[in-house]
C-alpha cells in the first residue's frame, strides 16, 4: 500500500560532493554574488569551510560580465544530449561551447563521473517566492531536500515545481549531475540585487549543505508527502497578428498571485486599450512565472500547473 | 493665507512632445507611445501633439541603449558634434531628435517636452526637470498632485531638480522649451506592468488637460511645491582591484525612496553580512534606490535635499 511504501525506510548512496551554479542567466544576479561570496569565503577559510565538498561555478561568465541573459543562445537550453555531443566551430554559439566546458567539468551527462548534485541559481522578476524547480518527480534525494527547506523556510512560501521531463529530453544545466534542482528565488528585477533576495537564496544554498551533511552523516529524513505544482501549458500574451508586439498586459487582478487559484472567468489581460480579457477554460489551474521578463520572447505571459501530491519514502545513507 | 504673487503670463503651448522609448526596455512608455500612434489625432485637438520612439533599435532589441546612452546624447558639445556612418548610433539619433524636436534653446523647439521612463527604484510618479523655476512644469506637477478618485490616486507624485545649466543638460527633455521625464516605478525593465502603464496612461492625459485648460485661458492659482534637488550619488561599496560590487542596498533602505536618510542609518549589507551606513553629516532624501540601469554608472542611490518653492497662478496670454 502506500502508506506501507512511505513508512519503508530507502538506502540511497551518500552525495559525495555538490555543486553549486550561479550566473547561468547572466542578469539574475542573487546567484552571482552567492558564488562571488562561498568563493570569498572558502579563500578565507580554506577547503574545509562546508562540512561536504562544494565546487562553486560561474556557469556564464560572459553574460555576466556584460549582465546580460545571455550572449548567443539561452544556456539553460543547451544541456541536451544532441548539444552536447554537437561539434564545436568557430561559428559555435559561445553557450553552446561553454555547456560542453561545463559537461566536462560537472559531468559527463549520464555517466558515473558526474557530480552528485548540481544545485542552479536564478531569478524571476515573478513573484514565485522560492521555488524548488525539479525535472523530474520520482528522485527522493531532491524531493527530501525540497522537504527539509519547506520546513526550515518560513519567511517566504516555498514551492515544489515539477517540469516531469523524460530525462532524455531534460536540456538544462541540473539535467547534468546525478540529481539536481532549480532555486528560483523572485520578484527580482534583472540586473538588480536586493539583499532580502540575496538572503533567502543563501539561505537555500546553506540549507541544502546542511541536509546533504546530515544525510551522509546518517541521519533517517521521515517520508511523507510533499505537495506539488506540476506544470501543464504555458500561455502568451495577446499579440498584434501582423508586427506580433503585445496587445495587453497581465491584468492588475493577475499580477503578482503566482500559485494562487485561477477560475474560469477570471481576468487574465488588461489591453493597453482598456479591455479585459478573462480565463475562459473549465479547469481550474495555478498560474506561475506571471509576467517573467525574459518570457516575453518566448511567448509565454504565464504558466500553468495542477497541484500534485507525492509520496516519498524515508531515506537514509547506504553505509558500504 | 498667502500674499498672492504677481500672475505671471505665458503664451499658450502649441507643440507639444510625448517620446517613449528613450530607453528600450522601460517598457510603459514604449507601449503608452504605441497606443497613441494607433489613435492618430484627426487634427480637431487644441494642441499639436507630435508622440515619438525615441529610439527604434534599441526598443527593437528590448535593450536600454545599443550603442551608447540616448538619454546622455543631449548636451550642445554632443548635438553639435560631426557625425559620421562609424558614429555611434544613438549620437546620430539624438541630433536627428534634435532636429526634429528643437533644435534646442531656439525658437522652432516645442514647447513642452514629456519624456517616458520606467525605473526599478520605488520612486511612484515623479517630474525630473533641470530648473525649479518653471512655472509650467511646476504646475504641472500640482495638477497631478491634486488629483483624486482615480487609478493614479495611490502613486506619489513629486517634483526632482537637476541642478545642472542648459548646455550641460544631456537628456532629452532639455530639447523642449520646457519638459521634463515622467518617470514611474518600481517596474523591472522588459517588463509592463498593467498599473504602471496606466499610472503613465493617466499622468500624460492630466498634462494634456493642463495644457488644454491652460490655452484656453484658465488662470492657475499659485501655490506651493515641494522640490527635491539632487546633491550627490551614491556608488556601492567596490572590491578595490576588481571593482566587482561587496554589497547590496540594505533591506532598511531598499524601496525607501524619498524617507529621510539620517546620518548612521544603514544604507548596504555586504554579501558576508555587514551593515555599512550612511556617513554623511546632512540627513538628506534618497532615491532611484538600485536602479538596475546605475551599477554600470557607479550610483547605487541618489540624495536630494527638499524644499518648499511658492509658485505664482498663470495663465496664458490670449492673443486676439
Keep these: ?320 | 493665507m498667502f500674499v498672492e504673487k504677481k500672475r505671471q503670463k505665458k503664451k499658450e503651448m502649441s507643440r507639444v512632445a510625448v517620446c517613449g522609448g528613450t530607453h528600450g526596455n522601460e517598457l510603459a512608455g514604449v507601449y503608452l507611445v504605441r497606443e497613441r500612434l494607433k489613435r492618430r489625432a484627426d487634427g480637431t485637438e487644441p494642441v499639436s501633439v507630435v508622440t515619438v520612439m525615441s529610439n527604434p533599435r534599441a526598443v527593437q532589441l528590448c535593450v536600454r541603449y545599443v550603442e551608447t546612452d540616448l538619454n546622455r546624447c543631449f548636451t550642445r558639445a554632443t548635438l553639435s558634434a560631426p557625425v559620421s556612418e562609424t558614429s555611434p548610433y544613438e549620437m546620430i539619433r539624438s541630433q536627428e531628435l534634435n532636429a526634429l524636436l528643437g533644435p534646442k534653446g531656439s525658437a522652432q523647439a516645442v514647447d513642452l517636452l514629456c519624456d517616458l521612463h520606467n525605473t526599478t527604484a520605488n520612486t511612484g510618479l515623479c517630474l525630473i526637470t533641470y530648473s525649479d523655476c518653471d512655472w509650467i512644469c511646476l504646475h504641472i506637477c500640482k495638477h497631478l498632485q491634486a488629483r483624486t478618485n482615480t487609478k493614479m490616486a495611490s502613486t506619489p507624485v513629486r517634483y526632482v531638480h537637476f541642478d545642472i545649466p542648459l548646455n550641460e543638460a544631456y537628456s532629452l527633455d532639455s530639447v523642449g522649451k520646457h519638459g521634463f521625464a515622467m518617470e514611474i516605478g518600481p517596474q523591472p525593465h522588459s517588463v509592463v506592468r498593467s498599473v504602471i502603464f496606466s499610472a503613465m496612461q493617466e499622468g500624460v492625459q492630466l498634462m494634456m488637460d493642463w495644457i488644454c485648460q491652460f490655452n484656453s485661458g484658465t488662470l492657475f492659482e499659485g501655490g506651493w511645491v515641494d522640490v527635491y534637488t539632487m546633491v550627490k550619488n551614491i556608488d556601492y561599496p567596490r572590491d578595490s582591484e576588481t571593482h566587482v560590487i561587496t554589497a547590496a542596498v540594505h533591506p532598511n533602505l531598499q524601496d525607501r525612496d524619498f524617507c529621510l536618510l539620517h546620518p548612521g542609518d544603514p544604507m548596504f549589507l555586504s554579501f558576508s553580512g555587514e551593515t555599512l551606513r550612511y556617513k554623511g553629516k546632512e540627513a538628506l532624501y534618497p532615491f532611484f534606490i538600485n536602479e538596475g540601469a546605475y551599477y554600470e554608472k557607479g550610483i547605487a542611490l541618489s540624495l536630494a535635499r527638499k524644499r518648499r518653492v511658492e509658485i505664482p497662478s498663470v495663465r496664458s496670454e490670449t492673443l486676439r
Design chain 1, 1 to 320: 500500500t502506500i502508506r506501507e511504501k512511505a513508512m519503508a525506510l530507502l538506502f540511497l548512496p551518500a552525495l559525495a560532493r555538490m555543486a553549486v551554479c550561479g550566473g547561468t542567466h547572466g542578469n539574475e544576479l542573487s546567484g552571482v554574488y552567492v558564488v562571488q561570496e562561498m568563493e570569498r569565503q572558502r579563500k578565507e577559510k580554506g577547503e574545509g569551510v562546508w562540512p561536504i565538498p562544494v565546487t562553486t561555478v560561474l556557469s556564464n561568465p560572459r553574460a555576466v560580465k556584460e549582465c546580460r541573459r545571455y550572449i548567443d543562445t539561452d544556456m539553460n537550453r543547451c544541456f541536451s544530449r544532441d548539444t552536447l555531443s554537437s561539434p564545436i566551430t568557430d561559428s559555435s554559439p559561445y553557450e553552446v561551447r561553454r555547456a560542453q566546458e561545463l559537461n566536462n567539468l560537472l559531468g559527463l551527462k549520464g555517466s558515473t563521473d558526474a557530480i552528485d548534485l548540481i544545485c542552479d541559481l536564478h531569478n524571476t522578476t515573478s513573484n514565485m517566492g522560492l521555488t524548488l524547480i525539479l525535472c523530474t518527480s520520482s528522485d527522493w534525494v531532491t524531493l527530501h531536500i525540497c522537504k527539509y527547506l519547506q520546513t526550515k523556510i518560513t519567511k517566504v512560501p516555498v514551492r515544489v515545481l515539477v517540469l516531469d521531463f523524460p530525462i532524455s529530453d531534460a536540456y538544462s544545466l541540473e539535467s547534468v549531475s546525478k540529481h539536481g534542482f532549480t532555486l528560483e528565488v523572485g520578484p527580482q528585477p534583472h540586473g538588480v540585487v536586493r539583499a532580502d533576495i540575496y538572503i533567502i537564496m543563501k539561505e537555500a544554498v546553506d540549507l541544502t549543505i546542511d541536509w546533504i551533511h546530515k544525510f551522509n552523516s546518517g541521519t533517517v529524513f521521515e517520508g511523507g508527502d510533499v505537495e506539488t505544482y506540476m506544470l501543464i501549458k504555458s500561455v502568451d500574451y495577446p499579440r498584434d497578428p501582423e508586427t506580433r508586439t503585445l496587445t495587453a498586459a497581465i491584468h492588475p487582478q493577475l499580477q503578482d498571485k503566482d500559485f494562487c487559484l485561477l477560475k474560469r472567468g477570471d481576468p487574465l489581460f488588461l489591453s493597453f486599450s482598456g479591455e479585459t480579457v478573462n480565463y475562459e477554460e473549465e479547469e481550474t489551474l495555478h498560474p506561475f512565472f506571471i509576467n517573467e521578463a525574459a518570457y516575453y520572447e518566448k511567448g509565454i505571459a504565464f504558466q500553468l500547473a495542477k497541484k500534485m501530491m507525492l509520496t516519498i519514502p524515508a531515506v537514509r545513507v547506504q553505509k558500504d
